[in-house]
């Protein structure tokens, strides 16, 4: 379908088929890291492959896709989360649902692991949204700071002090999980 949307140049087909089959799940990954779980992960995907088959067919084979794809995902991904703000949607305490993706990751890395990964997911999201993109852009993507700065529309030194507050609220929620309870205390005689 995306091919159907530029003009035909048959040479770079395969090569475009190839780093489809290669970097789909990739790309898949890095748009859900950006936009969680709301997200229309398959939109975005669709628009981040034609972005990357126009700049194909434009200026010919790419030397490292990769990193071009990466970089486009990312930025689709975003363009996708300032179109949702339209319509606020509240991630906090939600959890993926199942659509293949996450029974997948279930069996390779196993049930616990795959909980795990999914409460984590759940308190990054519910961070503030500027600690939420200032982390995921800037420590999941590897966008620079001022990249990251850009992208959020804040201060390149904003971008610091927010990755810094994300991490230490992180770090707090898995403290407070791991905390057992007060012990309990026996008020008066002896036992």
Sequence with gaps: ????ALPLRPELDALFTET??????GVRSVIYTVAGPGADVDAVAHDTFLRYL???REDGPVAAPWPLLRRIASG?????????????????GELPEDNGEWTSVSRTLGPDRALEI??????INSLTEELRWALLLREYLGLSRTETAEALGIAPASV????????????QRAAETELPGPPHRVEGGSQ
Excluded at 118 to 123: G, I, M, P, Q
């Design 1 to 4: 379908m995306i091919r159907r």
């Design 20 to 25: 489809y089959k290669k970097y789909r799940p």
């Design 54 to 56: 126009q700049i194909l």
């Design 76 to 92: 689709k991904a975003i363009d996708a989360v300032r179109a949702a703000r339209r319509s606020p949607w509240s991630p906090a």
């Design 118 to 123: 999914a409460e984590v997911l759940r308190d």
């Design 160 to 171: 610091s002090a927010s990755v810094r507050r994300a991490k230490k609220k992180l770090r």
